[in-house]
């Protein structure tokens, strides 16, 4: 019992209690049903919107959006923080003008975005990488400011200097921040792709989950929510374990330096 | 002598200045080294030994004078001579392995095929007996064979100059002597030339063929002395024999009294002292 109640299976089996709070709720008529569908209808929504192929039309689209938009921020936003850690000049000259971009909440810009990139994907990708290019940048920036001076003399004792210095040395060493901002990117590009469907769009999940309830087609919404807590507890497990794969050296060196 | 030196330090002068101070490390060192010997470079701590081999590693400008390689001005890292930091657990690349550690070096500084890498990084593995750590990460490994990792990805670069700041400071007794040893045998077997910096005087003397004593700073060299003793040489007898006793007076004597520590007749006393070193 003991080891149970340590385990994440008590997590789960909180899960599990919820939802049969949630179908007991509806079927007893605790919340008024008409809005608030029975647990069991929504998956069986779910369900019958996967086999029927609904829900990965709408999901493809999104799914491309987002990782157009979040590879294309994370691009930039690796390279300029790069550029930023590493030369003083770039540095000053950028950081002023990222501290003022940095604290606008995406939506507002939503409508610039339109006037200019109409409501298309050109949008939404736009929308996407500008919000998750950010925390990239500035943890690829803190990731460059950290690297040890000994590795990059050392670098040097072997002539090793410039873009070669950044790719063979910098980045690796960066890499740790690199990935910790890019976790928190993928969370934001999650969230801005949603938000870019809502607004406007004529496919996608966000646009999906909109219409069903334009419709009053409530278990579709749901089922359309829940979706996305699937896609975005995936998509974190699969980032979690590239990191686990890649930084596998950072997680032993730092163990090692802590005995 | 020969009109030429094969490295020559001439009159190096270091001032650092930070924040509007300005800080004079060397005044005006001048040191001419010959091919092949093992010169050890003592002195009292913050006297400016890691900046002067700093310098004649080309990673740092000096503020006055020159060091010059076969006659050659060094202004950057030459390609004749490697710098072995004294940080070796922050010098070794953490994502590598220690394969990818040793050839690393070679990989920039030579044009080899991947063979060729191959072959040069396991003979160096093996030269410092590594066999069998190859596919370790350096953080796996204890301190002395991080040392011999670092060690051996300078000597795969098949420098002629070895420079060594402090390298054996940071590890227990024993080690230490197994790295001195090592460092004997590859001075020998590959007939390199040795520049070591170190605070511990018995190991200046036991290791080199000349020992030079750094004033305080503004460091000046204050003594100059040639050691001969007979090589091989031995952890037990060599310390033992009357030369090596009267090498160790001379230069405690001449430390301690720059720190302090005695005065007077201070290299009478140095003997009696040598817990303080
Ligand atoms: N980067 C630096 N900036 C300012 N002062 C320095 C710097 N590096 C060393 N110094 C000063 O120069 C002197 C010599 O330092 P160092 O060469 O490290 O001495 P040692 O290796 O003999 O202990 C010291 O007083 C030290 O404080
Ligand atoms: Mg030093």
Redesign the interface.
């Known amino acids: 019992m003991k080891r149970l109640l340590a385990s994440r299976w008590l997590g789960v089996a909180f899960i599990v209690a919820l939802l049969i709070l949630w179908e007991l709720s509806s079927a007893f008529g605790w919340v008024s049903s008409l809005s608030w569908p029975r647990i069991s209808a929504v998956f069986r929504a779910l369900w019958e919107i996967s086999v029927s192929g609904e829900l990965f039309g709408e999901l493809w689209p999104s799914l491309w959006r987002m990782f157009a938009g979040y590879f294309i921020g994370v691009a930039f936003g690796v390279l300029i923080g790069l550029l930023m850690g590493s030369f003083r000049t770039i540095y000053s000259l950028l950081e002023p003008v990222t501290e003022v971009l940095r604290p606008i909440p995406s939506p507002a810009y939503v409508p610039i975005a339109i006037l200019f990139l109409g409501i298309d994907d050109e949008m939404k990708i736009f929308m996407i990488a500008f919000a998750s290019f950010f925390p990239v940048l500035l943890n690829s920036y803190s990731g460059v400011r950290s690297v040890d001076p000994v590795l990059l003399q050392t670098a040097a004792t072997f002539g090793v200097r410039g873009t070669r210095l950044l790719w063979q040395i910098v980045l690796p060493s960066a890499s740790p921040y690199i990935f910790t901002g890019m976790r928190i990117s993928l969370a934001v590009a999650l969230i801005v792709m949603v938000i870019s469907e809502m607004v406007a769009a004529s496919n996608g999940i966000g646009y999906f989950i909109l219409a069903a309830q334009r419709g009053f087609k409530i278990r579709e919404m749901f089922a359309g929510v829940v979706t996305l807590a699937i896609v975005g507890y995936a998509l974190n497990r699969i980032f979690l374990a590239i990191e686990n794969f890649v930084l596998a050296w950072y997680q032993g060196y730092t163990q090692q330096q802590r005995n | 002598m020969s009109a030429t030196p094969y490295l020559s330090i001439r009159s190096v002068r270091k001032a650092y200045s930070s924040h509007g101070r300005t800080t004079v490390a060397l005044g005006g060192v001048d040191l001419d080294v010959e091919r092949g010997s093992f010169v050890s470079i003592v002195g009292p701590s913050g006297c400016g030994k890691s900046t002067l081999l700093q310098i004649v590693?080309g990673?740092m400008p000096a503020t006055g004078g020159e060091v010059r390689i076969e006659d050659r001005v060094v202004r950057?890292?030459p390609?004749a001579a490697?710098?072995v930091?004294q940080?070796y657990t922050?010098?070794l690349?953490?994502?590598k392995t220690v394969e990818r550690n040793v050839a690393?070096?070679l990989e920039?500084?030579e044009a080899l095929t991947r063979e060729g890498v191959r072959a040069r990084t396991h003979e160096y593995i093996g030269l410092v007996k590594l066999d069998g750590f190859e596919r370790h990460?350096p953080?796996?490994l204890s301190g002395g064979m991080q040392q011999r990792v670092a060690i051996a990805r300078?000597l795969a670069?098949r420098p002629d100059v070895l420079l060594m700041d402090e390298p054996f400071s940071s590890v227990d007794a024993l080690t230490r002597v197994g790295l001195q040893e090592l460092v004997l045998r590859l001075w020998r077997e590959l007939g390199l030339t040795v520049i070591l910096v170190t605070h511990d005087t018995e190991e200046a003397i036991y290791l080199s063929t000349r020992v030079v004593v750094l004033s305080a700073s503004p460091a000046v060299v204050s003594i100059d002395l040639p050691i001969d003793l007979p090589h091989p040489r031995d952890q037990i007898t060599t310390r033992e024999q009357p030369r090596y006793l009267e090498y160790r007076h001379r230069v405690l004597g001449k430390l301690f009294t720059a720190e302090g520590l005695a005065t007077g007749d201070a290299a009478a006393s140095a003997p009696a002292a040598q817990g303080a070193a």
């Open positions: 590693a990673l950057e890292p390609p490697i710098y930091f940080q922050r010098s690349y953490p994502w690393y070096g920039n500084r990460y953080w796996q300078a670069c």
